[in-house]
């Protein structure tokens, strides 16, 4: 019975003897080949896509670009999937995600993340001529245009709205412009992007939610000395306005704090 009890103990030892020896690894490659991989889409406009000539940019892709600049890194991108991107990231198929990534709590069991580089939130639209909505409580009897399958949704019912719900959210918006429905609750960045596409559009952002959702790069847990690299270029970027710059250049505005 010791024995048995005493090689358990070994073995456990062994298996976290190997945990922490592997711990890092990722790290110390991407410091000695000075070139580290990212997983990416290429199909998630305005964050990671392919333009007329075939580049690939995007914000998220630049922001990284920049990153990996200030770290003397060559960065080289794995377009994936995004069903199968964590799962490229936890066969080490690359070092590091950059996608819209949201330190959710069933992935921070898993994963580390960057200090945040941009952030969202839910925003009420409006036709730019209407005032009668200034908070989200002002939604009650209004009627919001919102997606069937949408987070947002929620959001517009729980504050007493009456939801006509369609396909996208540019028919959403369409709703708004034609004055068929009050409003619309949707993404923020989403929202910014389409005003950016349709700049004579006549809708405005009439109410911000306080709540704001970051973004950050996603990596294996065991790769804090990576992670600290980023995180100490993302505050020179921050610091220097790099980051302020690129947030007005894809969305007319800073999201970015």
Known sequence: MKKSILSSLLIAAGLIFSSVANAGEISDRVNQS??????????????????????????DIEVLRKVAERLKLQPEFKETAWDAMYAGLNAKRFDVI???????????????YSAPYNYSAGVVVTRADNDSIKSFADLKGKKSAQSATSNWSK??????????????????????KQGRVDATVNDKIAVLDYFKQHPEAGLKIAVESPNKIPTGFAFLKGEEPLVEQFNQALDELRKDGTLKQLSIEWFGDDITQ
């Open 98 to 112: 950059a996608n819209q990534t949201n330190p959710s709590p069933e992935r921070l069991k898993k994963y580390i």
């Open 34 to 59: 000075k070139t580290i991989l990212v997983g990416t889409e290429g199909t998630y406009a305005p964050f990671t896509f392919h333009d007329k000539t075939g580049k690939l940019t995007g914000f």
């Open 155 to 176: 959001d517009a019912r729980d504050n007493g709205a009456i939801i006509v719900t369609v396909d996208s959210l540019a028919q959403n918006l369409e709703l708004v």
